[in-house]
């Protein structure tokens, strides 16, 4: 495993929750250059969304893009990658209710920047009541083509 890049070289105590220097935490994944196509992270870690998507899954789904990284002579790309993939992974394996809440209330795009900024506001327990409170109006991005119904 020496060609899989260790996320966590030539960093002092990487928080996967602070804001890197040059962006805030994912609210964005097409920002991403290893992710182009990417609205959640089932995107990043290749999975189909389902309710059955178990967190044996996940890891291996995880496992199998980490060991898949490359970053084509470049450290910094590979380690952002990893993190992506390590973002996705831990908010799959222990807020993945909350998360799909999100999805499914708010659509892919909107659902995954509002998860974004629920984390940062703190994880408030009461998701329902601050999803009221954040509403989709009061924001100035919309997740176009998105109807609930569909």
Request: with cysteine; aromatic share 8%.
């Amino acid at each position: 495993m020496d060609d899989v890049p260790n996320p966590y070289s030539d960093d002092d105590a990487w928080d996967p929750d602070a804001p890197s220097p040059e962006e805030s935490p994912s609210t964005e994944l097409a920002n991403i250059p290893e992710f182009p196509n990417a609205i959640t992270y089932y995107d990043v870690l290749g999975l189909e969304r389902k309710a059955e998507c178990s967190t044996e899954q996940i890891s291996q789904a995880f496992k199998d893009r980490l060991l898949a990284t490359e970053g084509h002579g470049e450290e910094s790309r590979a380690r952002s990658k990893a993190r992506a993939l390590l973002e996705a992974r831990d908010t799959l394996k222990l807020h993945k209710s909350t998360y799909e809440e999100m999805l499914e209330h708010l659509g892919p795009r909107l659902g995954h920047q509002t998860f974004i900024q629920w984390r940062i506001a703190g994880m408030p327990s009461d998701t329902t009541a601050w999803m009221r409170e954040h509403k989709p109006e009061n924001q100035t991005f919309r997740d176009e083509g998105y109807s609930p119904d569909s």
